[in-house]
Every structure is written in structure tokens, then in C-alpha cells.
């Protein structure tokens, strides 16, 4: 295509001009001398300023098709129009700015895209300085110009990592080569949604639920450089279009539901999340329905993927923040993280223990009365974990000032379920690092109650010995019936016939002894 362009190159009459345009690059390279010469040549006359803007657009019509140098020249620089033209201008260089290059190939139409980013230079100079309205022309052809460099189709290799779910910290970060070129089109997108020239109600019928809904699409970007500058403008969009707003609320959680209950893997949850943490904290009072069910349906599932641990600050930051407009949430929350408990991973329980804080901490002591049963049943079960890191960040809690609170205030029940844990972890446990912190929060809670204590102290003893006396009965019984497991632990009836018995030979159930 380019060199159909380059054939189409007018003859020079000049011989200054046919030695400046020996060759195609030269041409380009000459034709951007000649724009800064523009610049010192405008106040010595018309004549010389109309012979280099002619030279300047002999030079991008060559370059460029003649679609897209269409009317003013777009190499001209601003400061050489008069302001009724500087529109113009402008839609001529966003014109310039849609033809889109192939950068996988750095010695690929190098001039080409030199002027293009010179081009992309002028724009967001422009936009910086501008006092003037934005027209709708402009405001059409600035998303024209977006939507053909930003929006695209990631490559395959960017959708088949083996990992299952975003990005890991092992993993080495994908740097997308038109990274230099991108930059300047997303620099662009973000002073212009940021301009004050920019009327949010002509800007939001060209920056609408497609656009939005496209932009979101580019998240799942492999680039963190990309994702961080898209996060930014996501923010700028939302605070400048509040018609979209509730659009793009929908949207974001129709992404979390996507990840979580289908692809398990999208690489821009944690810039999504980190957006919604600053929208969250600006939430008036009381909390809409539609707030608290995001939180219920979007933001506490998301604790439900293995790779949970690449978002998980900016899932917990969003989680208080909705504590902290509502503290009636807390049980809500509370509950959410209980069903999701991890059973098998140390790693996320670990993190799960470190939420839990964060979460009991902004915590009142009606909210934990509603769910303080199954909390500290698996508070009990996370102190007996043979995982050291599982155990010593589960006593780490009491460390907290406003946690022993809760507890003392509570005692009565909290102290019942939690002691015989420590008990067993303070006779059995292998970590001595675990014993020397499980014998100081034993001291807290022996200086909390001490009586209290002491009848949990008898009580667990108690259960010690009718456990073992049970285990010695269990024992007792299988030697009598040989190892035969037809007959249950008390005295009942024989299972159901059939059943395939674990010592057939000795089968204290004769017909079962024939089968075999």
C-alpha cells in the first residue's frame, strides 16, 4: 500500500525541492525539517510561510493516502494556524493518527510512524493548552482515532498461559512491542477525558456503553503497562461520565462473574479492583441494594480462585471499605470468607487469617455475636494446623488489641471453643515457635478469666478421658470380632447383608463368610 503511496509522488519543478526529495525517507525526514522551519519563517511573510506549508503537504501526501491528509496539512504545528483553523488542525492529525503500523517489525515504515508519534506529540500538547470547547467533529474523530489504535484482538499466545488464572508473580510480565506508539494514544485518552474542554454531554454519546464496554475488554491485557494506564482512565471515565457509572459497575461484575465462575483466569482483576476501592469509598449513605449486592455476589466469590493472592490487597482493601460505610456488613462478610475457607491450601489460608483481622478490627461486638459460633470454630481448627505458618498467624490475633477485646467481651462462648485447641497444640504441637506463642495467648485469656479457664481446663480433661475410655472400647471390639467391621461400635444389629466386610475369613456374620 505504501508504495502505491510513494508512486504517487508529485513531480518537483524546484530544484531545491528535487534535492530535498531525492528519496521517500529523505522526503519525510525533510518534510518534518520543513514544519520546525515553519515555525521560524511564519513572521517574515505569507509568501514564505504558504511555500512551506506547500512543501509540508507535498511531503505527507506522499506518505500518507490522500484520504487522510484530506484538508488542512496535519504536519503543520499549532502555533502556525490561526485559532478559527486549530479544529481543523486537529481532526487532520487525528486523521494522520488512525493509520495503524505493524510494530512487530522495528525497521517497518520507520518514518511512517516517526510522524505519526511527532503527530500524537502535537495532540496532547494540544489538549494540555487549549482553553477552547472541544467541538463534537472533534470529539467524533478523537474516538475514531482511539478505537482504531487501542481497541484489537489480543494475539493467541496472550489467552494460553498455563497458569489457569492471571498473572503470577513468578511468571516474567509480556511487553507488548507497540508499547511506544500505545503510550502516546492512551496519554492522549487520558488528558482528553481529564480536559475541562471536554462537555461530558456531547463526550458521552461518542464515549458510550461500547466504548466503556471495549475498553474493559482491555484489561486482560498480559502488558502491566497498559493495565495501569487503562486503570487511570477507567477512573477519569467514572468520575467524568455519571450517566455511565451504573453501566460500568455492571460491567466490572459481569467480568468478577466471568472469572470466577468461568475462565478462572483474567489478568486485570487487581486494576479493576484497585479502581473499585476508590469508588467504594465514595458511596453515599445509606448503601443502595445494588452496592451490597456487588459485594455479595462479586467481591466475596472472588476469594473463591487458587491465584487469589495476585489481587488479594486490593480485594481487601474493597472489602473495609464497605465495612467502614456499614458496620451492619461485617457479619455478611464474615460469613462470605467462612464459606470460602480454603481446606487444603496453607498459603491462602494464611491470607485469608490476615483479612480476618482486618475485617474483625472494624468489627462491632453486635455484628460479631451473629457469627462468632463458626468463626471460632475454624479459628480452632486453623490453631491446630500442622502448617506452623497456619497456626502462628491464627494466635497472631490475639495480638490485636481490639480483638481481645471482642473476645473478653464475649468469653462465655468464645473461651469454650477455642481453649481445648490451645490445650492440644501446647501438648502436641512439633513447632516450638507455635508452643511459645500458644503459652502467651494462654496467659491472656487466664488473666482475662481465670475461673473460666479452669472449668475449661477440667472440662477438656474430662473429654480427654471419655475419648481415650471410647478409643479403648473401639479396640477392644475389633480384637473381639477379629478385625470384623459388620458390627458397629455399640451393640446393634449386623449392617445389611452384602456388605463387603474388611475380614471376611473371621466374619462374625456367617452368611457373609460364605461369599467369600
Same mark, same amino acid.
Given at each position: ?182 503510550? =502516546?494514544?492512551?496519554? %492522549? $485518552?487520558?488528558? @482528553?477525558?481529564?480536559?475541562? !474542554?471536554?462537555? *461530558?454531554?456531547?463526550? #458521552? ?62 489478568? =486485570?482483576?487487581?486494576? %479493576? $479492583?484497585?479502581? @473499585?476501592?476508590?469508588?467504594? !469509598?465514595?458511596? *453515599?449513605?445509606?448503601? #443502595? ?66 483479612? %480476618? ?160
Amino acid at each position: 500500500m505504501w508504495k502505491q503511496f510513494l508512486s504517487k509522488l508529485p513531480h518537483k519543478s524546484s530544484k531545491s525541492i528535487n534535492a530535498s526529495d531525492s528519496t521517500p525517507n529523505h522526503a519525510a525526514s525533510n518534510g518534518l525539517n520543513s514544519g520546525c522551519s515553519i515555525q521560524r519563517t511564519t513572521s517574515s511573510g505569507n509568501v514564505a510561510s504558504g511555500r512551506a506549508a506547500a512543501t509540508v503537504k507535498r511531503m505527507s501526501s506522499a506518505i500518507f493516502p490522500s484520504s487522510v491528509v484530506a484538508g488542512i496539512e496535519p504536519l503543520l504545528s499549532f502555533k502556525d494556524v490561526p485559532n478559527h483553523e486549530k479544529p481543523n488542525l486537529f481532526i487532520s492529525k487525528l486523521n494522520l493518527c488512525c493509520v495503524v503500523f505493524d510494530f512487530s517489525d522495528p525497521n517497518k515504515n520507520s518514518v511512517e510512524k516517526d510522524l505519526k508519534r511527532q503527530a500524537l506529540m502535537d495532540l496532547v500538547d494540544y489538549v494540555n493548552t487549549t482553553t477552547s470547547r472541544f467541538t463534537e467533529p472533534m470529539i467524533a474523530t478523537s474516538c475514531k482515532m482511539f478505537a482504531a489504535n487501542l481497541f484489537r484482538v489480543f494475539p493467541p499466545n496472550y489467552r494460553s498461559g498455563s497458569s489457569g488464572g492471571g498473572e503470577n508473580e513468578e511468571e516474567e510480565p509480556m511487553f507488548d512491542p507497540a508499547w511506544s506508539h500505545l503510550q =502516546g494514544v492512551y496519554d %492522549l $485518552l487520558h488528558r @482528553f477525558i481529564a480536559s475541562s !474542554s471536554l462537555d *461530558a454531554k456531547i463526550g #458521552k454519546k461518542y464515549i458510550d456503553h461500547s466504548f466503556i464496554l471495549r475498553l474493559l475488554e482491555l484489561f486482560d491485557s498480559e502488558d502491566p503497562r497498559e493495565r495501569e494506564c487503562l486503570k487511570t482512565i477507567l477512573h477519569k471515565c467514572y468520575g467524568k461520565f455519571m450517566v455511565h457509572r451504573p453501566f460500568i459497575r455492571k460491567a466490572v461484575s459481569n467480568i468478577f462473574y466471568r472469572f470466577v465462575f468461568e475462565t478462572d483466569r483474567h489478568n =486485570g482483576i487487581a486494576e %479493576l $479492583l484497585e479502581v @473499585f476501592g476508590s469508588v467504594i !469509598s465514595g458511596f *453515599a449513605l445509606p448503601l #443502595k441494594e445494588e452496592h451490597k449486592i456487588f459485594l455479595s455476589r462479586a467481591l466475596i466469590p472472588l476469594h473463591k480462585p487458587r491465584t487469589v493472592g495476585v489481587y488479594f490487597q486490593q480485594l481487601t482493601y474493597c472489602v473495609t471499605q464497605y465495612i467502614e460505610k456499614d458496620p451492619k456488613l461485617a457479619s455478611t462478610i464474615i460469613r462470605g470468607l467462612l464459606k470460602f475457607w480454603p481446606v487444603t491450601n496453607s498459603q491462602k489460608e494464611v491470607m485469608f487469617l490476615s483479612e %480476618l483481622e482486618e475485617v474483625l478490627e472494624a468489627t462491632n461486638v453486635a455484628e460479631l455475636q451473629k457469627c462468632m459460633v463458626p468463626l471460632f470454630r475454624r479459628i480452632a481448627c486453623c490453631l491446630n494446623s500442622s502448617h506452623f505458618q497456619v497456626a502462628e498467624r491464627a494466635l497472631f490475633l490475639w495480638n490485636n488489641d481490639h480483638i481481645t477485646n471482642l473476645v473478653a467481651q464475649n468469653r462465655q462462648v468464645i473461651i469454650p471453643i477455642i481453649f481445648p485447641a490451645l490445650e492440644r497444640n501446647s501438648q502436641n504441637h512439633w513447632n516450638q515457635a507455635v508452643l511459645n506463642v500458644t503459652l502467651n495467648v494462654k496467659k491472656i485469656l487466664t488473666e482475662m478469666d481465670e475461673e473460666l479457664i479452669l472449668a475449661c481446663q477440667t472440662k477438656f480433661e474430662e473429654d480427654e478421658d471419655e475419648r481415650i475410655t471410647l478409643e479403648e472400647k473401639r479396640r477392644m471390639k475389633w480384637e473381639h470380632f477379629g478385625g470384623c467391621c459388620c458390627r458397629p461400635a455399640g451393640d446393634g444389629e449386623h449392617r445389611r447383608p452384602g456388605y463387603a466386610c474388611c475380614n471376611p475369613r473371621h466374619c462374625c456374620y456367617s452368611g457373609l463368610a460364605l461369599l467369600f
